[in-house]
């Protein structure tokens, strides 16, 4: 699978955004997608993740509540509709798939940068 994330940007506090990423190379729905991310200096972190189903999708606490995942099947996109924006929430996003029946992730997208500023 290959994956391309796209829509990151510069916004203000409290601002949105919206990450997409679309798959190509495989059948989408035969994938979980998480969105991750990564600021400078800091470990990656796990945002959040939505079923191959698109049905319970999971979110890390700093970002519930202000993110949402949708996928789109019949499109092989994901998207990340990110609302109320904090500056730590800059960092750089990834996409990431991994196999319906598998824990962990095996794709990986490279990335966009989100900045959000004060």
């Known amino acids: 699978v290959q994956l391309q994330a796209s829509g990151g940007g510069l916004v203000q506090a409290g601002g949105s955004l919206r990450l997409s990423c679309a798959a190509s190379?495989?059948?989408?729905?035969?994938?979980?997608m998480g969105w991750f991310r990564q600021a400078p200096g800091k470990e990656r972190e796990f945002v959040g993740r939505?079923?191959?189903?698109?049905?319970?999708?999971i979110y890390a606490d700093s970002v519930k509540g202000r993110f949402t995942i949708s996928r789109d099947n019949a499109k092989s996109t994901v998207y990340l509709q990110m609302n109320s924006l904090k500056p730590e929430d800059t960092a750089v996003y990834y996409c990431?798939?991994?196999?319906?029946?598998?824990?962990?992730?095996?794709?990986w997208g490279r990335g966009t940068q989100v900045t959000v500023s004060s």
């Open positions: 939505i079923p191959w189903s698109g049905g319970i999708t």
């Open positions: 990431a798939a991994g196999l319906v029946y598998s824990a962990s992730y095996t794709y």
């Open positions: 190379g495989r059948t989408f729905s035969d994938y979980n």
